[in-house]
Structure formats: structure tokens, C-alpha cells
Nanobody, 122 residues
Framework: QVQLVESGGGLVQAGGSLRLSCAAS????????IGWFRQAPGKEREFVAA????????LHADSVKGRFTISRDDAKNTVYLQMNSLKPEDTAVYYC???????????????WGQGTQVTVSS
């Protein structure tokens, strides 16, 4: 089992930037694909981005493509989500999660973190 802790959320004005971090415990971090998800009040949880275990393949939701970038540093047991050009509709609780699937997917994640709040003011 891998344990994940998100950090880096906060309040930012529209057009600003934040970098979220997903820190994992244990020496088995490198075997997991990592995804970022978000959930706004009254909305369904939605996929944001994912990165495979080697870092060589990524997926980004259409709503964030060109603005958000996922990356990982296995030496630091950390996955990052760089968020630029933030919009009010990006406001949500952001979660990271791990997946052991062979192929990088938008679903099939487990070992969820507790989430970090991102609020974008207009």
C-alpha cells in the first residue's frame, strides 16, 4: 500500500498559478501510475491528469490541456501538478491517487490522498 499526501493548494486570482504536490510514502512509489482528480461542490469528481510509472507518458483532461502539466520525481517520491492560467471554474478540492494498472488510464485509481483545496477568485 502507498500513502499519498497532497499539498500546495490555496487561494489565487484568475490567471495565476499554483503547483500541487503529491508526496508518497514507501519505497514502492515508482511502480504506480499517479492521477490527479478534482471535485467542486455539487459536482462529480473529474479526471484532471495522470502520469505513468516511468514518467514518459501523460494524460490531461481537455479542460486543462495547455494550462496544467503533470510530472513526477521518483527520487523524491513526489508527483506535481503545475497549474497555470487558472480560472474560477478550476476551484475544487484536488486529490491524487495511485493505480497499478498496466496501461495509463483515466480511471482505476485507488490509495487516495485527503485532498487540497484550490480556490480561484474572479
Amino acid at each position: 500500500q502507498v500513502q499519498l499526501v497532497e499539498s500546495g493548494g490555496g487561494l489565487v486570482q484568475a490567471g495565476g498559478s499554483l503547483r500541487l504536490s503529491c508526496a508518497a510514502s514507501g519505497r514502492t512509489f515508482s511502480i504506480y501510475n499517479i492521477g490527479w482528480f478534482r471535485q467542486a461542490p455539487g459536482k462529480e469528481r473529474e479526471f484532471v491528469a495522470a502520469i505513468n510509472r516511468s514518467g514518459g507518458s501523460t494524460l490531461h483532461a481537455d479542460s486543462v490541456k495547455g494550462r496544467f502539466t503533470i510530472s513526477r520525481d521518483d527520487a523524491k517520491n513526489t508527483v506535481y501538478l503545475q497549474m497555470n492560467s487558472l480560472k474560477p471554474e478550476d476551484t475544487a478540492v484536488y486529490y491524487c491517487a495511485a493505480s497499478g494498472t498496466i496501461f495509463l488510464r483515466r480511471d482505476g485509481y485507488n490509495s487516495w490522498g485527503q485532498g487540497t483545496q484550490v480556490t480561484v477568485s474572479s
